[in-house]
């Protein structure tokens, strides 16, 4: 539990249990944040964010960003809402859509991250060069299974082969793992941790993935805009035509309101979550995404 003890000598707060996800079973009880601006930030984190324009994090800063929150073994849900950035994230690829959301990125400056499934890599396997010239790339398992219904070193076979795939096709670095429908355990928690792996969930859900009635990419649309604020990050799908679509909304949208689409470890570096928004989980964030659906 070395993880564990570093996250409360660094929040000097009580023992809490592991924040629950948002995705299917029982949640676990969180500890309850303190009000804003009470809780010391993750070390090493840069003192402003920058807006749209603004100069981001370097790569070393980022990479040693993302490793600071793997020792740390918190899932992250969301950034420390001090700044204008955001993190639109995109799970189940690659897929046929995948150029076209590229497009439409390049075409309005953005920068994301992909989480990537080995059997979509299989099919789809000269995608994600692509992504990485504009976005981080995390792994979502081998085949999207229900981790939580799997024994521990099943699970963890199924996340460590989902990475060696988006490896073999990306190269490194593949340090972000965001668990299908959201499911984790703390003893995934603490294997990620080991494998120096940053677990990151969301606080915005799309509701892209919905199945009944099919989600309208007007909805979708509506749904992010309605719910994003500074810190946020955004869980969408790049295997949905309408989520594609959808974009065409969301990327203006954000120029707008004068916020700036960047990738998970941009954000981690230049606008961290606190030690207490980690042991808060969810909750950490704040009200935001009224949303109850468990992604994918």
Not at 243 to 250: N, Q
């Given at each position: 539990m070395a993880a564990g003890a570093a996250l409360l000598a660094l929040c000097g707060?009580?023992?809490?249990?592991?924040?629950?996800?948002?995705?299917?079973?029982?949640?676990?009880?969180?500890?309850?944040?303190?009000?804003?601006?009470?809780?010391?930030?993750?070390?090493?984190?840069?003192?402003?964010?920058?807006?749209?324009?603004?100069?981001?994090p370097t790569s070393a800063e980022q990479q040693a960003a993302v490793q600071r929150f793997a020792d740390l073994g918190r899932p992250i849900y969301c950034?420390?809402?001090?700044?204008?950035?955001?993190?639109?994230?995109?799970?189940?690829?690659?897929g046929q859509y995948t150029h076209i959301a590229l497009r439409e990125l390049r075409k309005a400056g953005a920068r994301a991250t992909f989480f990537l499934v080995g059997t979509s890599i299989a099919r789809y396997p000269g995608p994600p060069r692509l992504e990485r010239e504009l976005a981080a790339i995390g792994e979502h398992t081998m085949t999207h299974p229900h981790l939580r219904s799997l024994?521990?070193?099943?699970?963890?076979?199924?996340?460590?082969?989902?990475?060696?795939?988006?490896?073999?096709?990306?190269?490194?670095?593949?340090?972000?793992?965001?668990?299908?429908y959201g499911e984790h355990s703390d003893a995934i928690d603490r294997e990620l941790s080991r494998?120096?792996?940053?677990?990151?969930?969301?606080?915005?859900?799309?509701?892209?993935?919905?199945?009944?009635?099919?989600?309208d990419?007007?909805?979708i649309s509506a749904d992010v805009r309605r719910n994003l604020r500074p810190g946020s990050i955004v869980l969408l799908h790049e295997n949905r035509g309408q989520t594609i679509r959808?974009?065409?909304?969301?990327?203006?949208?954000?120029?707008?309101r004068?916020?700036?689409?960047?990738s998970v470890p941009e954000l981690l570096a230049a606008d961290p979550p606190s030690i207490g928004q980690l042991a808060a989980g969810r909750r950490g964030c704040g009200a935001s995404d009224q949303m109850t659906g468990s992604g994918g």
């Amino acid at each position: 539990m070395a993880a564990g003890a570093a996250l409360l000598a660094l929040c000097g707060c009580g023992a809490g249990s592991s924040p629950g996800s948002r995705g299917p079973g029982p949640a676990t009880t969180a500890t309850t944040a303190a009000p804003p601006g009470a809780l010391a930030h993750a070390p090493g984190a840069l003192a402003h964010a920058p807006g749209e324009g603004g100069t981001l994090p370097t790569s070393a800063e980022q990479q040693a960003a993302v490793q600071r929150f793997a020792d740390l073994g918190r899932p992250i849900y969301c950034g420390a809402r001090h700044g204008r950035l955001v993190a639109l994230t995109f799970d189940d690829g690659p897929g046929q859509y995948t150029h076209i959301a590229l497009r439409e990125l390049r075409k309005a400056g953005a920068r994301a991250t992909f989480f990537l499934v080995g059997t979509s890599i299989a099919r789809y396997p000269g995608p994600p060069r692509l992504e990485r010239e504009l976005a981080a790339i995390g792994e979502h398992t081998m085949t999207h299974p229900h981790l939580r219904s799997l024994p521990l070193a099943a699970a963890m076979a199924e996340i460590r082969n989902g990475r060696n795939a988006a490896l073999a096709v990306a190269g490194p670095p593949v340090d972000l793992f965001r668990p299908p429908y959201g499911e984790h355990s703390d003893a995934i928690d603490r294997e990620l941790s080991r494998d120096g792996m940053a677990e990151i969930l969301w606080d915005v859900d799309s509701d892209d993935s919905r199945s009944s009635p099919p989600a309208d990419y007007r909805e979708i649309s509506a749904d992010v805009r309605r719910n994003l604020r500074p810190g946020s990050i955004v869980l969408l799908h790049e295997n949905r035509g309408q989520t594609i679509r959808a974009l065409r909304g969301i990327l203006p949208a954000l120029r707008r309101r004068g916020l700036r689409s960047v990738s998970v470890p941009e954000l981690l570096a230049a606008d961290p979550p606190s030690i207490g928004q980690l042991a808060a989980g969810r909750r950490g964030c704040g009200a935001s995404d009224q949303m109850t659906g468990s992604g994918g």
